[in-house]
């Protein structure tokens, strides 16, 4: 995983976004549900989206420090079901995102 480098702005933390494809058997455990519910509780916006492929697609956006923590709680493990592997992309937020949805 790539850091984000955090950066303090006069109005608060930095908000940035993040896409994991996360890939294991995460489809038909909770994962999702999981994924929203800890997203939630970081106080991020975005999505959790089940691929044809049989992986899961994690779109969050918000404070850099709390989208560092889902990552990561992505990449532990400790999760329904398990992972093989999570690719993560950084961007810039853009938002566009409102709540934090399963699709």
Not at 4 to 22: E, H
Request: charge should be positive.
């Amino acid at each position: 995983m790539s850091e984000v480098p955090i950066k303090q702005a006069a109005a608060g933390p930095t908000v940035v976004r993040f896409t994991a494809r996360v890939v294991g058997r995460v489809q038909g455990v909770g994962f999702r549900d999981y994924v929203r519910t800890r997203g939630r509780r970081l106080g991020l916006v975005g999505t959790a989206t089940n691929m044809p492929d049989g992986a899961v697609v994690v779109i969050a956006e918000g404070a850099a420090p709390a989208c560092q923590n889902l990552a990561r709680l992505l990449m532990t493990g400790h999760t329904p079901g398990w992972t093989d592997r999570v690719e993560v992309v950084w961007q810039r937020a853009q938002g566009d995102l409102a709540d934090f949805r399963r699709k």
